[in-house]
């Protein structure tokens, strides 16, 4: 498993980690799925009533995160090709709680948005 931590970005993934573009304030992560399965899990969080969420032909996931020290959100995005317009899905994550693990399962990917330890 890969890790890549930077700032408040704490990400673990089973697929290579990218640098896609460095701004002078974000930085742009791109992990290619080679358009599969994708579970998303929210682990940890109080009163979430659903259990995961399935993508389809995911391609890739962008992940963009600040390089400024007062900004904590991040933004996920879900692609069926490697252009933010043709996102399935995007969220924000508060980066500083929570950390991001991918994993490549036989038939699917797991991604799991989860608190950091010690929280």
Same mark, same amino acid.
């Given at each position: ?9 704490? %990400? +673990?993934?089973?697929?290579? &980690?990218?640098? !896609?573009?460095?701004?002078? +304030? ?11 399965? @994708?579970?998303?899990?929210? #682990?940890? @969080? +109080?009163?979430?009533? @659903? ?5 389809? /032909? ?8 600040? %390089?400024? &020290?007062?900004?904590? !959100? ?13 996102? %399935? ?5 508060? %980066? /500083?709680?929570? #950390?991001?693990?991918? +994993? ?16």
């Amino acid at each position: 498993m890969k890790n890549f931590k930077k700032n408040f970005l704490d %990400l +673990e993934s089973d697929f290579p &980690i990218k640098i !896609l573009n460095n701004f002078a +304030e974000d930085q742009d992560l791109i992990i290619n799925l080679q358009s599969r399965v @994708v579970n998303l899990i929210f #682990k940890d @969080v +109080e009163n979430f009533p @659903v259990s995961r969420f399935q993508l389809t /032909e995911v391609k890739s996931i962008l992940i963009r995160h600040s %390089l400024r &020290i007062d900004i904590k !959100l991040g933004t996920i995005h879900f692609l069926r090709v490697i252009d933010l317009n043709s996102s %399935l899905l995007n969220f924000s994550l508060d %980066l /500083e709680n929570y #950390k991001i693990s991918i +994993e490549d399962k036989s038939t699917h990917v797991d991604v799991f948005c989860g608190k950091k330890k010690g929280l």
